[in-house]
């Protein structure tokens, strides 16, 4: 079997960690796994892929020789590096938002519309994480009703917000907990408490009163979805969880809508499974979704408050499918249907 030389920029982060793990775990065919991150970790010896691997500096030059380089360092250094891969004939997978609505970068959840994946031109974006897993279970649902709009509130854990989320947490627990200041605390990763509290507020406030995080949801789903007039509202909250996002979503359809057949169609998606079982108190959480590769969904009932209407609820891993294994899933599906090197 052909096997691929892989970058990793921003190994050292929190996605960078999980897609070294994933690597590992799905037995991704690769040759070369190199890790790239900032002049402060490059030297640094870490285990990886059952070696001791040095981390790299990240420079246009790192990609000569790559196949595939994973992005996850922040859309600055995205808009920095990403052109001179592609230069260098390396195909870019970018977890960040800086390419998301190009329209020249295909947008993409391999369940969903792999077939975007053909028309790459060194480029791929993986979407904003609240909207990979939210989309996970609408994509089934829209197949069969067809899709009209939908409400979504999520509940994003504190490992969303980088490597410094849980610490922050962690430190305001702690401290909560004894009645005493931890000795030399981080400055935290959020506006306000995070331990014992809600936050609605992730990512920058726009004029409107939205803020960045919850337009990706309504841009990105028309991007995936192919289609341009759908209309989204979105309310995103930072929850005192360490992993794995929760989104709660009223979803209005054209035709009628049923539940053996929404039950029927969320059960046989792939990437998803149905978790529900009201006698037994059995519904998706983030506990159960955490390390886990599929997305989880239940909760399924009829909206009271619209015509065709569907309300649920959905988990699923910010870091797996949110970011690193969908990451790695787009550059499996792009070693199946042999679209790699096909606009170079
Ligand atoms: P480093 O650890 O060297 O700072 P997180 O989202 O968990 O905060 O991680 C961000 C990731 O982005 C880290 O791996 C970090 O590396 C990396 N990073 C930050 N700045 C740069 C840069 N200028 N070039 C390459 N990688 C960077």
Request: aromatic share 8%; hydrophobic share 40%.
């Amino acid at each position: 079997m052909k096997k691929f030389k892989i970058g990793i920029v921003g190994s050292t982060g929190a996605v960078g960690q999980e897609i070294i793990k994933l690597l590992e775990k799905r037995e991704f065919p690769a040759s070369e796994v190199r890790l790239l991150a900032s002049p402060r970790s490059a030297g640094t010896e870490v285990e990886a892929l059952g070696e001791r691997r040095t981390v790299l500096e990240t420079t246009p030059e790192s990609f000569d020789g790559l196949d595939f380089a994973i992005f996850s360092a922040g859309s600055d250094n995205s808009v920095k590096y990403a052109h001179e891969a592609v230069k260098r004939n390396c195909v870019v997978i970018d977890n960040s938002s800086a390419f998301r609505m190009d329209p020249s970068v295909p947008l993409v959840v391999p369940e969903i519309n792999p077939e975007a994946l053909e028309e790459h031109q060194g480029i791929i974006a993986n979407p904003n994480c609240s909207s990979a897993i939210t989309l996970m279970a609408i994509y089934p649902l829209h197949r069969r009703f067809g899709l009209k709009r939908f409400y979504a509130s999520t509940y994003q854990a504190v490992s969303g917000a980088g490597a410094m989320g849980p610490i922050s947490l962690d430190q305001e627990v702690t401290e909560m907990v004894t009645g005493a200041p931890v000795p030399n605390a981080l400055p935290s990763a959020f506006p306000h408490p995070i331990a014992f509290n809600l936050i609605p507020h992730v990512d920058t406030f726009r004029e409107d009163g939205y803020t960045k995080e919850e337009l990706k949801m309504g841009n990105e789903s028309r991007k995936i979805l192919s289609l341009p007039d759908l209309k989204v509202s979105c309310t995103c909250v930072r929850v005192p969880v360490y992993r794995a996002h929760s989104i709660s979503i009223n979803a209005e359809f054209v035709n009628n809508v049923n539940l053996p057949d929404a039950i029927q169609v969320l059960s046989s998606f792939d990437g998803l499974d149905f978790v529900q079982n009201l006698n037994e108190n059995l519904y998706p959480m983030p506990v159960f979704s955490s390390e886990k590769e599929n997305c989880q969904v239940g909760r399924v009932r009829v909206d009271h408050a619209s015509d065709n209407g569907l309300a649920f609820w959905v988990t699923g891993d910010q870091l797996w499918k949110g970011a690193a294994l969908n990451a790695i899933q787009i550059a499996e599906e792009m070693i199946n249907r042999n679209c790699l090197r096909k606009i170079f």
